[in-house]
Every structure is written in structure tokens, then in C-alpha cells.
């Protein structure tokens, strides 16, 4: 099946600062999803993104299918944004079933 | 409309005990997925539903775990003779209709189900 990894496994940040989070996928993908689990274990949904780029505020994220891997980027981070990202992605041969990464860790410091 | 719900939000069972999950959709979607996560891992796949029919029950680890849909809407978890290496939090999915189109394959996940297994 197909493989994902994030980078880096943990971030420290102090408020204000901005940040970018990668992820990538061994196999084309299908549906891609960026996830931030807050600390109460609710996993919330940032973007759908097979490919291209899509902004909503002070986040963004950017597919790129033919290079396999994909992008999130935070800006003017707040300690609000503290938690696990995740991204997630189907394969045409696996079905609609999410395949996860390890996520990344971040923690945003007043 | 109201997202995913799931119910008990935590469970405690002695080993051996048998366990009912539930996971409440959103309303009109078709498609309805398990997930279990461990501490400090994501999310792993359980078992997908398009409608009432099991379409993939490929990551249910072995026959103590089972789920049912009956009526399309509202799924059923069911776990016999916990284990203690049963104890994680189940996530429940819907999605609109992942054959739809692309954007209708979006995933949104309950709060999920504690279970501990003593």
C-alpha cells in the first residue's frame, strides 16, 4: 500500500512565526487531506487537495501530484494552531480508505 | 447540519468483556469508514461502508472485530473478548460520495470513542 511520511516529527514555534510542513506519498494519489488534531483528540479538516493550492486564511497548502508530495504552510502562528497535522490520501487501487502519516508535533510559544 | 457523532465518548471494559461502538453520520452521506488510533500514531483504517454493504473490511484485525450498517445510516462497532491491546480510540468518517465526484471523497471525522480495556 501506499506509503506516507511527514517532516518534521516535531516543531517549536514562537507565536508570529511561520512554518512549513511536508508530506510525502510513495504512489499517485486520489484524495489528499490535511488534518489538525487539536488537543482534545478532535481531528479537523484544513483542506481536500489531490493537487494545486488552496488558501483559507492564515493557512495554505500545495500539491504537487507528479513529484509526490504536498505542502502545508502556517503563517502569523498562534498558540490556537498547537497540535498534530496529519495528512492523509487514497490510491485509484486502495480504495477510498485515508492512509496517514506519523504527523507533526507543533507546539507555538507566547 | 450536525457533524459525525460517535457514542459512549469513553468506554472501560474488563479483558474478555464484549463492546458496542456507535458512530452517527452526517446526514445524507453514503459512505461511512472505522478508524482506530493508538497513542502518538495516526489514524489506521478499520472498515468502509457505501450505504449498507461492507465495501472493505480490509484493516479489521481479526474476527473479534465486526460492524454493521443496517439501515445505511447509523454503524455499529462490535468488539468480542477485548483484549488489552484492543485499547485505543476508534474514529468514525463520513463522506458525501466518494464516486460522486472528487470533491464529495472528503472525509469528516467524530470525536471518536476512548476504549480501555483493563
Known amino acids: 500500500g501506499i506509503q506516507v511520511e511527514q517532516s518534521p516529527p516535531d516543531l517549536i514555534l514562537q507565536e508570529g512565526a511561520n512554518s512549513t510542513l511536508r508530506c510525502n506519498f510513495s504512489d499517485s494519489v486520489n484524495n489528499l487531506q490535511w488534518f489538525h488534531q487539536n488537543p482534545w483528540g478532535q481531528l479537523i479538516n484544513l483542506f481536500y487537495?489531490?493537487?494545486g493550492t488552496k488558501q483559507n486564511g492564515r493557512l495554505s497548502a500545495t500539491t504537487v501530484a507528479t513529484e509526490r508530495y504536498s505542502l502545508l504552510y502556517i503563517s502569523s502562528s498562534q498558540t490556537t494552531d498547537s497540535g498534530v497535522y496529519f495528512c492523509a490520501a487514497t490510491t485509484e487501487g486502495g480504495g477510498n480508505k485515508l492512509t496517514f502519516g506519523t504527523g507533526t508535533q507543533l507546539k507555538v510559544e507566547l | 447540519g450536525a457533524g459525525v457523532s460517535q457514542t459512549p465518548s469513553n468506554k472501560v471494559t474488563e479483558k474478555g468483556k464484549y463492546v458496542e461502538l456507535r458512530c452517527d453520520p452526517i446526514?445524507?452521506?453514503?459512505?461511512l469508514y472505522w478508524y482506530r488510533q493508538s497513542l502518538g500514531q495516526g489514524p489506521e483504517f478499520l472498515i468502509y461502508?457505501?450505504?449498507?454493504?461492507?465495501?472493505?473490511d480490509s484493516g479489521l484485525p481479526n474476527d473479534r472485530f465486526f460492524a454493521v450498517r443496517p439501515e445505511g445510516s447509523v454503524s455499529t462497532l462490535k468488539i468480542q473478548r477485548t483484549e488489552r491491546g484492543d485499547s485505543a480510540v476508534y474514529l468514525c468518517?463520513?463522506?458525501?460520495?466518494?464516486?460522486?465526484?472528487?470533491?464529495?471523497?472528503?472525509?469528516?471525522f467524530g470525536p471518536g470513542t476512548r476504549l480501555t480495556v483493563l
Open positions: 468518517a463520513s463522506s458525501l460520495n466518494p464516486y460522486r465526484a472528487a470533491s464529495t471523497d472528503t472525509q469528516y
Open positions: 461502508f457505501q450505504g449498507t454493504g461492507a465495501a472493505d
Open positions: 487537495i489531490p493537487s
Open positions: 446526514s445524507g452521506h453514503t459512505a
